[in-house]
């Protein structure tokens, strides 16, 4: 079975940026404005001979909007089937 990387953080730090860049497609959608992204989304990938899946999630601890609880439990969600969690932030 293929590991999984699930890829959360801040919204707009370049979480789905990341998860195009790892799939080497585009699509997760990469916008300016935050909040597009609001569930998982899977992707494949394969590096030097190993295999794994990566999931693009929407962003937490930003601004309260209607859609923050369920943003939030997608979140929830890919962290728990995940084997490692890459945090992104801003700095």
Do not use: Q
């Not at 801040?10 to 940026?17: D, E, F, L, Q, T």
């Not at 497609?25 to 992707?43: E, F, K």
């Not at 999630?57 to 969690?85: L, P």
């Amino acid at each position: 079975m293929a590991g999984i990387i699930a890829i959360i953080g801040r919204p707009n730090v370049g979480k789905s940026s990341l998860f195009n860049r790892l799939t080497n497609s585009r699509d997760a959608i990469v916008d300016d404005m935050p909040g597009v992204t609001r569930d998982r989304l899977y992707g494949e990938v394969s590096h030097r001979g190993r295999n794994f899946y990566v999931i693009d999630t929407g962003g937490i601890f930003g601004t309260d909007t209607e859609f923050s609880a369920g943003i939030k439990s997608h979140v929830n969600e890919a962290v728990k089937e995940s084997d490692i969690i890459i945090f992104m932030i801003e700095i």
